[in-house]
């Protein structure tokens, strides 16, 4: 594992974005896996100004997302699709026909999951997965459970994550019950792994991930077995670290 702490949002942006680019730089045919959240913000922002100044161009790539809603319109301001539309999609020129997010209205729900699955496994592997971290270590939508799943499945959100992400909806009672989302499996599967964590209240979940006992109840703990990790933490998230 490869930790790195900054003391600034824009150092870390920076360095994020910069190892991301630098991928599509040398394989402009790169995979990349793609998170939403508040976190990858800023770092997408950095991609967007590496892209307008013409140092990198996201023609060749494909991107998978790790997660959508259930149930919310592809254009509800909320959903990852509108997400990734205003902070990426629509000002790079990756294609839209690759920048592949699961369909959260498809009508049956477990054959959107083999579909996504099958679309990664024709893009062989994700040469980048980009992760984010929930405060009860989930990642992606894997919440902490007694067994885990390897492929894209659906899943009951836990009520401290419809509450975590209540801030971005009107109220609690809009917030998805429901999402799909990758499972462990493809994370795990991904050539090289980005987490990327801020604040304060992420400082001892983000410990106990990367040193605690490797479990399902804390899915972040299981990218303690993966050979290729990178972790980018501000000094907040850091703290227990150093
Ligand atoms: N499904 C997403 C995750 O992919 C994200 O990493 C996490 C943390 O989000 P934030 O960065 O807003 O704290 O929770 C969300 O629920």
Redesign the pocket.
């Known amino acids: 594992m490869n930790l790195l702490t900054f003391d600034s949002h824009d150092k870390l942006h920076e360095s994020g974005a910069g190892i991301i680019t630098g991928l599509v730089q040398t394989n402009p045919r790169a995979v990349l896996g793609l998170?939403?959240?508040?976190?990858?913000v800023g770092l997408y922002e950095e991609i967007v100004k590496s892209y307008r100044r013409g140092v990198v161009s996201f023609r060749e790539a494909t991107t998978f997302n790790?997660?959508e809603y259930v149930g919310l319109p592809e254009d509800h301001p909320e959903s990852?699709r509108s997400y990734m539309n205003a902070h990426l999609f629509h000002h790079i020129d990756l294609p839209r026909g690759r920048a592949h997010i699961p369909d959260g209205n498809a009508a049956d729900p477990a054959a959107e999951c083999l579909r996504y699955d099958e679309l990664i496994a024709e893009a062989k592997q994700i040469d980048l997965q980009l992760?984010?971290?929930?405060?009860n270590g989930?990642?992606?939508?894997n919440e902490p459970d007694h067994a885990l799943n390897s492929g894209t499945h659906i899943v009951k959100?836990r009520e401290e994550?419809r509450r975590?992400?209540a801030r971005?909806f009107d109220s609690m009672d809009q917030v998805p019950t429901h999402?799909l989302?990758m499972g462990v499996g493809t994370i795990l599967k991904a050539k090289m792994i980005l987490l990327?964590?801020?604040?304060a209240d992420?400082a001892e979940i983000v410990h106990r991930a990367l040193t605690g006992p490797i479990t399902t109840d804390c899915p972040a703990s299981l990218l303690q077995t993966h050979p290729h990790l990178v972790v980018l933490l501000d000094s907040e998230a850091g703290r227990l670290f150093q």
């Open positions: 998170a939403t959240g508040g976190t990858p790790l997660d990852y992760l984010g971290l929930g405060h989930h990642i992606g939508f959100l994550t975590a992400n971005f999402a989302t990327v964590v801020k604040g992420k």
